[in-house]
Every structure is written in C-alpha cells, then in structure tokens.
C-alpha cells in the first residue's frame, strides 16, 4: 500500500523567507504527482501536477520538484507571503488507475 | 467556467438520520470522485465514477454509504443511517480521463456534523 508522508506537519516563517515542504512515497511505481493548498473550510486547489517522467514544474514563485527513485518531491515556495499561509498537500496518482493517495499536510503560516 | 459545484456547503444531522450530498462537476469532465476527509487527515477516496459506472468503490462502506451517477454528470452521495463517526468533510472532484495526467479538480466539500 502507497503510504505518503509529509515533513513538517506544521510550520510558520516569517515573510519574505523561502518555504520548503517536503513530500515522500513509499512505492516509486507512480503516475504522477500532484500538490494542492487547503485554506481552512475550503475544497483543495490545484497548485501543480508533476508527471513520473518530469523532473520539476514551475508556477510563478511556486516551483515542485520530483525525484521518483528516491520517492521524493519538495515545494518551494519563493519569498512567502501571508496569503501563502494554508495547508498543502501532496498526493500521488498510483499507475494503473486514477486513485489518489494523499499525504495528511503541511500547515503553514506565514507571518507578517 | 465553473468549478466542481457541491451543496449543502455545511450539514447538521443526528445519528441514525440519512443525508445526501450532491456535486455537479467541471462540464465535460467524465470522471467523477467522492472523497472523505477527515479532521488533520489527507482526503481518501470513497468511489470513483467514470461516465454512469463505479469503477472504484473499493473503500464505499456500502452497509450505509450508496452513490449514484445516474446520467453520467451530476451525482449523489447518501449514508443512511448516519452514525457520529461519519462526521468529516465529503469532497467531490473531477478529472477528464484521455489526458494523460487526468489532473483532479476538487469542489469545496460539504462539512457534515452527526450529533
């Protein structure tokens, strides 16, 4: 079974700094990765999906990075902002099938 | 263009009354997925829907839970009866399978509280 873990579960920096999550799977057997912000009584966001043969994307200040081998992907989040402050979360869609498997989180703060 | 569409936003029930959720995805998005989330927990998946079929209800307690996607957009979630460890936020999403990434679009989710 795909376990997905995710270092810190919480964390708050101050404003202006670079945030760095990180994500881990325990089967490198994926079909590609996906991260998503939560704000509290919110839907999930799609913030970037990294398919198994990429190595990293990027999107304004946000930028994703995958090393499937390792079973690693690490967030990085320039020059944070309080409206950066929500949970992210990582999940990987398992090869074979459309399932999800979901990491519990990293709640960030970001304060001003 | 609209997103994934969910109501009711919040629900209130007591134990052993049923409840139904309704979510109407992206249009044009045949795949369709109810999720559970848990408080400080990742969503899990409950059923999956491609087109009218359930090609994954794998992890669906069906003793209680049942789903329905009758034409093969809007669709329904119901427990019956509710029982107070169903309290949790039920999410739906979206995707159009043929891509090859089929990213997963999520609606707002509808909170449910079984007193």
């Known amino acids: 079974k795909q376990e997905v873990t995710q270092i810190p579960a919480a964390l708050s920096v101050p404003e202006g700094e670079n945030l760095v999550l990180n994500c881990s799977f325990t089967?490198?057997?994926?079909?590609?990765l996906q991260w998503f912000r939560q704000d509290p009584g919110k839907g999930l966001t799609s913030l970037l999906l990294?398919?198994?043969?990429?190595r990293e994307q990027t999107s304004g200040r946000l930028n994703a990075s995958l090393d499937k081998s390792s079973g690693r992907s690490t967030l990085y989040i320039a020059a944070s902002q309080p409206g950066d402050s929500a949970t992210y979360l990582c999940a990987v869609r398992l090869g074979g099938n459309n399932r999800l498997a979901f990491g519990k989180g990293n709640q960030v703060v970001v304060i001003p | 263009e609209a997103g994934v569409v969910q109501s009711p936003r919040y629900k209130i029930i007591e134990k052993k009354q049923p409840v139904a959720f309704w979510c109407n995805p992206i249009s044009g998005h045949n795949t369709l997925y109810w999720y559970l989330q848990n408080l400080g927990q990742g969503p899990e998946l409950l059923i999956r829907y491609e087109n009218e079929e359930a090609v994954d209800d794998s992890q669906l307690p069906k003793d209680r839970f049942s789903a329905e996607r009758l034409k093969g957009v809007d669709s329904t979630l119901k427990i019956q009866p509710a029982e107070l460890g169903d309290s949790a936020v039920y999410l739906c999403?979206?995707?159009?399978?043929?891509?090859?990434?089929?990213?997963?679009?999520f609606g707002p989710g509808t909170r449910l509280t079984v007193l």
């Open positions: 990294i398919q198994s043969s990429q």
């Open positions: 999403a979206s995707s159009l399978s043929g891509r090859s990434y089929n990213e997963q679009f």
């Open positions: 089967d490198s057997a994926i079909y590609n």
